[in-house]
């Protein structure tokens, strides 16, 4: 059964099973620039979790599908985006929760695992960068391009304005948002997960090169590569059954 959220002010599909919601339930965070459902179809990696009797929750994450454009940069800051994600949480019931979050969706589930109001009994992290991934962004003409149309020099800033202005995507939102997680670097040797955590990478994913020194540092976490690239790699059978795998370990 699916049904909107009411526990928190980020829209959320909740899926949960027909026997009843007595699992641990499961958290599914998306990637950047894109949302709940285009990310985790209900006939991929949810049908799976509520086929094993696990409710799941499937947010957009502030400033992108159907969330609220940003009032403020603050508001899309990683804290501000992890205490969304705590609010949602809340609301679940049982006493633990288990994490999946893919790219941007990974970055925000290791700063929400430290504030949880929720005991995390599984994290699954893929696609995570262990650098801040918007640091070097020419900010100036990332805002140029979303305003007047000036395209970017610089091929980062070009490419990540690529993804912000494809049709369909609020591009000021996404832009926000891009401020907001430059506001707080992620910083992954100030502060590690505690839990069992599973990093998940692609052969051919250049944006989470350098994964294993994340996983190293983290005291008992898995390192999983798999084939593929970027986005190969969330939408493929080996990250999402190895993600089901573990959180049912």
Known sequence: ??????????PCRVLTPENGTGGVPVLLLHTFTSNGADDWPEAGLPAALTAAGRPVYIPDLPGHGASARPGTVDSVSTSSQAAALAAVIAGMPGDSVDIVGYSLGARLAWSLARISPRRVGHLVLGGLSPFEPFGALDMGSLTALVRDGAAPQDPLTAMIGGMITAPGRDSESLLSVIEGLRAEPFQPEAWAPDVPVLFVRGDEDQVAAGMEALAAAVKGSRMLTVPGDH?????????QQAALDFINS
């Not at 699916?2 to 002010?9: G, I, K, L, M, Q």
């Not at 190969?232 to 990250?239: D, I, K, M, P, T």
Request: proline share 5%.
């Open 231 to 239: 986005m190969q790699v969330l939408h493929g059978s080996a990250f």
């Open 1 to 10: 059964m699916t049904a909107d959220s009411p526990v928190a002010s980020l």
